[in-house]
């Protein structure tokens, strides 16, 4: 097989199941703490567990967070304190969406903990109620309705 198989997926390469994805935030050390306690109060978080960093310097009073898991609905995000660049990327644009039925009490929440509401509510194509926010760290968030599932009617 060669690399450009390899890099397009070919079925010769050894399949991989993925059993979930989980982005990872970056927040300016030592913020990550306030972060998660920030998610927390917008978005209803629930922490599932932390790993902080196991010697703290003398001048550091809060540890830094290595990574704390918190889990958002059915999925799960990672937050940890940014200690170097050596994560720091760019990209074209990155906003995580949550969806949930009552997008007007999500986005007055979050905006209550410190989010920045982005424009008015607005209807989204096929997508019912959208609102935007940016969180405290710069995180773009974008809350929603449930997608609604198209069913093929026969005439």
């Excluded at 890099?7 to 998660?36: I, R, Y």
């Excluded at 889990?71 to 200690?83: A, F, H, P």
Aim: some cysteine; proline content about 4%.
């Amino acid at each position: 097989m060669t690399q450009e198989d390899a890099q397009n997926g070919s079925a010769a390469a050894k399949t991989v199941t993925f059993s979930a994805v989980k982005p990872q935030l970056f927040v300016e050390a030592p913020k990550a703490n306030d972060a998660v306690l920030f998610y927390k109060a917008a978005f209803g978080a629930e922490e599932v567990s932390r790993a902080v960093h196991p010697k703290r310097k003398a001048e550091q009073e809060i540890p830094l967070v290595l990574v704390a898991e918190l889990k958002l609905g059915s999925s799960s995000i990672l937050v940890s304190d940014l200690v170097d660049d050596s994560v720091k990327t760019v990209g074209s644009g990155f906003a995580m969406c949550l969806e949930t039925e009552d997008v007007k009490a999500a986005v007055a929440k979050a905006v209550s903990a410190g989010a920045v509401s982005e424009g008015e509510l607005a209807e989204g194509e096929g997508e019912g109620l959208v609102g935007k926010l940016k969180d405290p760290y710069g995180f773009v968030w974008t809350v929603c309705s449930p997608t609604k599932k198209s069913v093929d009617v026969e005439a």
